[in-house]
């Protein structure tokens, strides 16, 4: 059985000029095509900004956790595995602004 999680960080344009990041929403899913296209949603309509509320979401920085289960006599196992991934239109300058960005 996989599941998926994401957490991360958006990058956007702030209401009183420049930009900036903020903690991103955290997702869950068990299609991890569906848990794309949902950030890339939420970057498109602003809903993956967790509260900061920016006037436009450019990008995101996520890290997708691949939580692989199995249960062998009655016991459950769990394997983890951690990707980091670029979503939006960011620029080189950007990426590392988002990298640089502790969470």
Do not use: Q
């Not at 299609?31 to 979401?57: A, F, H, P, Q, T």
């Not at 300058?93 to 960005?101: G, M, R, V």
């Amino acid at each position: 059985m996989k599941t998926y999680r994401s957490s991360g960080l958006v990058y956007g344009k702030c209401w009183g000029g420049g930009a900036g990041a903020y903690p991103a929403k955290n997702g869950y899913s068990t299609n991890l095509k569906e848990l794309k296209e949902d950030i890339k949603n939420g970057i498109k309509d602003g809903s993956l900004d967790s509260g900061m509320g920016y006037v436009s979401l450019k990008g995101a920085v996520m890290v997708i956790e691949t939580i692989r289960s199995i249960v062998i006599k009655g016991k459950k196992y769990t394997n983890s595995s951690f990707k980091k991934i670029y979503f939006g239109d960011l620029s080189h300058k950007e990426k590392c602004f988002l990298a640089s960005c502790e969470y």
